[in-house]
């Protein structure tokens, strides 16, 4: 997303003339620049579930006592996810170990020491959808997910209202610049669109992180089956802010900056070292307050 943001302003991507024609160049990189931005967004949403669904351990919570919908995502969403991707292997050998190393995961769902395949949330089929979104989280309990994302979104300075309708577009967005001969994504949706993934990308995050860290921490409890509501009201906010010199660390809801850094790398290790551990969302934002980066304190 950062080269993208950089590759935006390039000049070789405005349009020639007032019409984008057929033949102009620059139409072509623009609708490609999309492609690639969108397939960014479902590369992150593979790893980083993939990542979280590490953290799960068999002694705080057994297979059998997870969320129905989740221990279906484990296992038949797996499979599924794997029967359509296997395909995408170069060749047979490439396929075998690919089916071997998932069906591995698979297979110890039934045993005390289980392992979530990184294909349990992903789709049998081209692109991540909303639809997708929303299942992965519900599968984690989360009630009315598209709503708890949109309150991050808002929180960090993401300002769009109806999030989900406007990652149905992006989505479409996507597919037209892939898919028609005739698509032309203006500079303008090209310059938003890395702010907007980020956005959605940092809430999901978000969201996300903290759903399954709500599970490990029910255990065996009675409520354990219990709809997680209002979740987005349990992450804790902190922000980078970038001014072109200097990066400072705030708190939501306070302009004071709680310490001031020279560089970026000083200004993570430290925001990072002061939050809460799985509660914290930090959000790094450029100069005109728009998200760049993100950290969630694992």
């Not at 620059?26 to 953290?55: C, H, I, P, Q």
């Not at 006592?65 to 969403?77: D, I, N, R, S």
């Not at 430290?270 to 728009?290: C, H, I, N």
Request: charge should be neutral.
């Amino acid at each position: 997303m950062h080269a993208l943001i950089e590759a935006s302003q390039e000049s070789a991507l405005i349009p020639k003339g007032p019409i984008s024609g057929d033949r102009d160049p620059s139409r072509l990189m623009r609708n490609g620049l999309a492609v690639v931005a969108y397939s960014s967004f479902e590369d992150f949403f593979a790893t980083r579930t993939g990542e979280v669904l590490e953290s799960f351990d068999a002694t705080l919570v057994a297979f059998d006592q997870l969320p129905e919908k989740l221990k279906e995502a484990a296992t038949v969403g797996a499979l599924r996810a794997l029967g359509f991707r296997m395909n995408f292997e170069p060749d047979a050998a490439s396929k075998r170990s690919y089916i071997q190393l998932h069906a591995a995961s698979i297979a110890t769902t039934s045993s005390s020491g289980y392992k979530f395949s990184s294909l349990s949330f992903m789709p049998s089929s081209s692109n991540l959808s909303d639809e997708d979104l929303e299942r992965c989280l519900k599968a984690l309990l989360v009630e009315g997910p598209w709503l708890e994302l949109e309150k991050i979104t808002s929180r960090i300075g993401y300002g769009v209202v109806g999030l989900r309708q406007r990652f149905k577009q992006l989505a479409s967005q996507r597919h037209e610049a892939a898919h028609a001969a005739h698509a032309d994504i203006s500079v303008a949706d090209l310059r938003q669109l890395p702010h907007d993934l980020l956005a959605i990308s940092a809430a999901f995050d978000a969201i996300f992180s903290r759903a399954v860290d709500e599970i490990l921490t029910r255990g065996h409890s009675v409520d354990a089956q219990k709809k997680i509501s209002l979740i987005a009201e349990s992450v804790e906010l902190c922000f980078i802010d970038f001014d072109g010199k200097k990066y400072s660390e705030k708190v939501e809801g306070k302009d004071r900056a709680r310490k001031r850094y020279d560089s970026v790398e000083e200004a993570w290790r430290g925001a990072l070292g002061r939050s809460l551990k799985g509660k914290t969302l930090l959000v790094m934002r450029d100069e005109k307050q728009r998200p760049v980066d993100w950290r969630m304190s694992d």
